[in-house]
Each structure stands twice: as structure tokens, then as C-alpha cells.
């Protein structure tokens, strides 16, 4: 049996973060399993991946050899923050070459749809200007015995 795994759908879109932001201004990238201050970096943008439905779009038969296959969902959400009191441009800046880097691309066979956002937060941490993108995405799952 063939699933998929999430770790590296995971690894696909952190990398592809890692080397957009590594330069041209460098913006700190924060991911979940990763311990940060917020208080010591200007900006920075925090990334959550999660896997959400599922759903069978084909089925196996018993003692078969064809393949079942699935389509998995998930959810990457961006939140951007940057200095508080000096506008939305910065800010703003940083959510185009998000939308830039993943809008309607397939890239290791997960397919992202266009994104949504930059919609502005309530900012948390204080003293930082918070805007969040989301993108869903799709991966189809073969599934053979």
C-alpha cells in the first residue's frame, strides 16, 4: 500500500518557504516544532500546515490489482508580522511573494489553489502588524495492494 507521507508534504512546502526567504531581503521563517521569541525579530512569518479531509474518489476492489485513489486536503496558513506603526506596506510586500510562491502551482504533487488574503489581524504578539494568508491544497493519494 502506497500512502502518502505527510511529513514530506510538509517538507515540500517548508523548503520551498526556506529558499524564497533565505535572501532578497532574509525574513525569518517560524514553524511549529521550532522554538522562537517573537520579541527579538522585526519581522517574520509564521507557518502552520495541517491536513484536514480526506475523501475516497476511487475504490479497490477486494482482491485486486487496481489502484484505489484518495484526495487529501489540507491547510497552510501564513501569518506575516512585521513593526507596528509604520504602515502596511512592508507587510504587504511579503504576502505578494507568498501568494507570489504558491498560487495555483502543483509542486511535488501537491496542488495549491489561489490563496486567500492578506486579510489584517488583531495583532498578537503586541507591537507587531499582523496580516494571514491561507492556501488550500490537494494531494491525490494511490493507494495499490
Not at 511529513?7 to 521550532?34: A, C, G, Q, W
Not at 487496481?66 to 497552510?76: D, Q, S
Given at each position: ?123 498578537n504578539p503586541e507591537g507587531k502588524f499582523q496580516t494571514q494568508i ?12
Amino acid at each position: 500500500m502506497g500512502a502518502i507521507n505527510l511529513n514530506t508534504v510538509r517538507s515540500t512546502i517548508e523548503k520551498r518557504l526556506n529558499e524564497e526567504f533565505r535572501s532578497n531581503p532574509p525574513i525569518k521563517l517560524v514553524f511549529n516544532n521550532v522554538p522562537f521569541d517573537a520579541t527579538t525579530e522585526d519581522k517574520f512569518i509564521q507557518c502552520i500546515t495541517s491536513f484536514g479531509s480526506s475523501e475516497y474518489l476511487t475504490q479497490q476492489a477486494p482482491n485486486s490489482s487496481t489502484t484505489a485513489t484518495n484526495l487529501i486536503v489540507g491547510l497552510v496558513i501564513f501569518n506575516i508580522y512585521t513593526e507596528q506603526g509604520l504602515g502596511s506596506g512592508a507587510n504587504f510586500s511579503i504576502c505578494k511573494r507568498l501568494r507570489d510562491l504558491f498560487n495555483r502551482i502543483t509542486v511535488s504533487d501537491v496542488r495549491f489553489d489561489p490563496p486567500i488574503g492578506p486579510e489584517i489581524l488583531q495583532p498578537n504578539p503586541e507591537g507587531k502588524f499582523q496580516t494571514q494568508i491561507r492556501i488550500t491544497f490537494e494531494i491525490y493519494e494511490s493507494l495499490t495492494t
